[in-house]
């Protein structure tokens, strides 16, 4: 490929589309890096001669496989595996596990290559990878589930391992879940090394895990509203979701001075205008982790309003934290939120925002965190609980608390580094893009041509 086309991104992505034709989800990721990090090579040589970006948007490997088990009934049922290792040029693969019936091999390859960025852009020596089946764990028993794992595990323990590929949780893979994998690696392999991440204290887990994600994703906020000499108090916030990442999300939030007013699952969403405090909070926990409940039923405990059917981002409010999943904020979901005055977006979901969406929050220069740098803090930890297996030790959680600020407080910098702007506003898209492009690039031309 010559320096023009290398460096035109429309005949790049007519590439990426030629080699992965029908994985949209795929072409949205790559197109969103490729529109800052193509122009930045511009000038760069040594990245253009090496095909680097070609490079990272081609994964390293992909395995797929069946997974056979039985339920209750003792009928047979067939599901799909994957894993997908994008890049391991500055560390072992490290991404999540995710169940659910919309997963496909193009979600997964999107997950992969956000990965690689967002690893790079924690400073941990980790690379890129996500996994997963279109398996659904809602309505399944526990021996259900159990089986599913084992099954799952018993074909992904050939193409993982502490030094390989280190999986994590994700949607659908909770702690039940990991630990049900995890003892079918240990029984497998006859090794007890960390080779999944999220595991139960009891067996080499990290403390804060569970709330990373979700206090990282606020934590960015914070550092974006530092900038502007602004803070969270007296803040009204949207999140959306009802899991682990918006639950953990509110209560930072809460503690930072700010009013988160919504949560949302599959059904809609609960509008609750005095905000949901502590213990309201706690009720959703309960309500999705233990009794798996819907959302509704936070509207009829606590007499607030429920919007059956949409997304909360009509909501007037300052600040929005979308910690559900891909592509849930539209243009035109977007273009609401600026109009009503919404000055800053953080994302605590992966990809939540179609690109004429982040095209609208740009061109507006509101503050605008895209997830591969706002929702870091869950691979941080993740990281770190890696370290501590390594090393056979457990840190106490003031110590992890301190790193997962700092860690997230060096993201926010460098992104602003790489994302400055001659009016002075900060291109948080073009700072993440590029940050975490280069550290990746770098070790790749270290290699040579593999």
């Not at 799909?80 to 596990?97: C, H, L, M, S, T």
């Not at 503690?255 to 509008?271: P, R």
């Not at 213990?279 to 798996?292: A, G």
Request: hydrophobic fraction near 35%; include cysteine.
């Amino acid at each position: 490929m010559s320096t023009q086309k290398i460096t035109d991104l429309a005949t790049f992505m007519n590439g990426v589309r030629k080699r992965n034709p029908g994985e949209e989800e795929f072409h949205q990721a790559v197109q969103e890096v490729a529109a800052d990090v193509l122009p930045y090579i511009q000038d760069k040589p040594k990245y253009q001669d090496w095909e680097v970006m070609r490079r990272i948007a081609e994964p390293d490997r992909i395995i797929i496989f069946r997974v056979c088990w039985e339920d209750d009934k003792h009928n047979i049922r067939v599901n799909r595996g994957y894993r997908v290792q994008n890049n391991n040029a500055i560390g072992p693969y490290k991404g999540g596990i995710r169940f659910h019936p919309s997963v496909t091999l193009s979600v997964l390859k999107f997950l992969a290559f956000e990965q690689t960025f967002k690893n790079s852009l924690t400073g941990l020596p980790i690379g890129g990878g996500k996994g997963g089946s279109d398996f659904n764990p809602r309505g399944k028993s526990d021996s259900e589930v159990m089986r599913f794992c084992q099954s799952f595990m018993t074909e992904l323990h050939r193409h993982i391992g502490e030094d390989t590929d280190v999986p994590a949780g994700d949607i659908g893979v909770g702690g039940r879940e990991i630990g049900y994998m995890f003892g079918q690696y240990k029984r497998l392999e006859n090794k007890f090394v960390g080779v999944l991440t999220g595991k139960g204290m009891e067996y080499g887990g990290s403390l804060i895990r569970t709330e990373a994600t979700g206090y990282g994703t606020v934590y960015f906020m914070e550092d974006m509203l530092k900038v502007r000499n602004d803070s969270f108090e007296g803040k009204t916030c949207l999140v959306s979701g009802s899991g682990n990442v918006a639950t953990h999300a509110v209560e930072k939030i809460n503690q930072l001075g700010g009013k988160a007013v919504t949560l949302s699952d599959s059904s809609g969403f609960i509008y609750d205008k005095d905000g949901i405090d502590a213990e309201k909070l706690e009720y959703v926990k309960d309500l999705k982790t233990v009794r798996r409940g819907r959302i509704a039923e936070y509207a009829k405990e606590f007499g607030c309003e429920f919007h059956e059917g949409i997304r909360p981002w009509a909501v007037n409010c300052d600040l929005a934290f979308p910690c559900a999943t891909q592509n849930e904020i539209s243009e035109e979901d977007a273009k609401v939120l600026v109009k009503n005055g919404c000055v800053g977006i953080s994302e605590g979901a992966n990809m939540p925002t179609v690109l004429d969406g982040i095209e609208v929050f740009k061109e507006a220069k509101i503050m605008y965190a895209p997830s591969k740098a706002a929702n870091a803090g869950g691979v941080a930890v993740s990281g770190l609980e890696m370290s501590q297996n390594s090393a056979r030790i457990s840190w106490k959680e003031e110590e992890l608390q301190e790193l997962l600020r700092d860690i997230m407080q060096s993201i926010h910098d460098n992104c602003a580094e790489y994302g400055q702007e001659s009016d002075k506003h900060v291109n948080y898209v073009k700072g993440a893009n590029i940050a975490g492009f280069t550290k990746v690039a770098d070790a790749m031309l270290a290699y040579g041509v593999l």
